[in-house]
């Protein structure tokens, strides 16, 4: 998992800072490199899709997951502080094109 964070100032102008905690799946290269060089508290930039997913626990409660199903991944941290050329892609990754019925801008949203 990994961590994102967002600063903002309250309505009182106080500091406030929320954490989202994030799944992330990685295969292959990008799975050797993260179990290889990051570690707790590693700054990483990851690109992936979302899956979403349901499943039901030993308690027969229906549990919903989101995940980020990483296609590239780069590590922004070493040990010294320099940036590290440690960067993965996912093999034979293509852009995704966006699908065909996507509503122009010219159209209404129907709500």
């Given at each position: ?37 990051a ?30 199903i990483?296609?590239?991944v ?38």
């Amino acid at each position: 998992r990994i961590a994102t964070n967002y600063v903002y100032k309250d309505k009182n102008g106080q500091m406030q800072e929320e954490t989202d905690w994030h799944r992330i799946v990685a295969w292959g290269r990008l799975s050797d490199v993260l179990k290889e060089y990051a570690r707790k508290g590693s700054r990483v930039y990851v690109e992936g899709r979302l899956r979403y997913r349901e499943y039901e626990d030993a308690n027969g409660q229906r549990r919903f997951v989101t995940e980020i199903i990483a296609t590239n991944v780069q590590l922004l941290d070493s040990p010294g502080g320099a940036r590290p050329d440690v960067a993965a892609a996912a093999p034979d990754t293509e852009p995704l094109e966006p699908p065909e019925d996507i509503a122009s801008e010219d159209e209404e949203i129907p709500f």
